[in-house]
């Protein structure tokens, strides 16, 4: 398995609180992304990075903001919680664009 | 809206049997479509992948079809057995970003 931890694995917040998840690898992969995963839509792309402090906009970024000062962490914050931003959350990594992406076990948010 | 639209949602197969999920895109750009298997409580997995320039391709049990022309592909699972009930995703990739499908959950009956 691709050497990647994310945390916490749970977490219950109150909205309006900033929220920030956390994805560690031991892979020394260039590029990293989150995901959230939602019935219905499968897996939607937040923001990814390929490189330390490159990142971009993915498909559904809005609420949410990133930073990669290290090529190992790549973190995804929620500045405010919303109650539509309870979801899973899945981090990605993957040795070159064109490589496999492997994921992280998730973490479960629910925002009340 | 979605890129990559999946079906069916859920189906159900008997030990044995085959089970077929189809995939269709539009996005004449995407030149990589992977297949994820995901487990409760878990990441999903890749499984099994195809680009375009092949119209088949099997691995064990797992075969992805391709149908360049109609922009569909599919997977196809024979000799289902109980330890592959877990839910499948389509993929399909331009670049390094991945659209997915919605999901298909497969349950295996004994």
């Known amino acids: 398995d691709a050497g990647i931890t994310q945390s916490p694995r749970h977490k219950v917040t109150e909205t309006g609180t900033p929220v920030t998840l956390r994805c560690h690898q031991t892979?020394?992969?260039?590029?990293m992304y989150w995901y959230r995963q939602d019935p219905g839509h499968g897996l939607r792309l937040i923001h990814y990075?390929?490189?330390?402090?490159?990142?971009d906009k993915g498909e559904v970024s809005d609420g949410y903001s990133v930073s990669r000062s290290k090529t190992e962490d790549f973190l995804l914050t929620l500045e405010s919680a919303t109650s539509s931003q309870t979801s899973v959350y899945f981090c990605?990594?993957?040795?070159?664009?064109?490589?496999?992406?492997?994921f992280g076990d998730g973490t479960r948010l629910s925002i009340l | 809206q979605q890129q990559v639209k999946q079906s069916p949602q859920s189906l159900i197969v008997q030990k044995g049997g085959i089970s077929i999920i189809n995939c269709a895109y539009e996005n004449t750009a995407f030149d990589y479509f992977p297949w994820y298997q995901q487990f409760p409580g878990k990441g999903p997995a890749l499984l099994i992948a195809?680009?375009?320039?092949?119209s088949e391709k099997k691995e064990g049990r797992f075969t992805i079809s391709f149908n360049k022309s109609a922009k569909q592909f599919s997977l196809h699972i024979m000799d289902s057995q109980p330890g592959d009930s877990a839910t499948y995703f389509c993929?399909?990739?331009?670049?390094?970003?991945?659209?997915f499908g919605a999901g298909t959950t497969v349950t295996v009956r004994a």
């Open positions: 990075s390929y490189g330390v402090k490159d990142t």
């Open positions: 892979e020394n992969h260039r590029y």
């Open positions: 195809i680009r375009p320039d092949v």
């Open positions: 990605a990594i993957s040795e070159t664009n064109i490589q496999p992406q492997h």
């Open positions: 993929a399909a990739s331009n670049d390094y970003k991945l659209s």
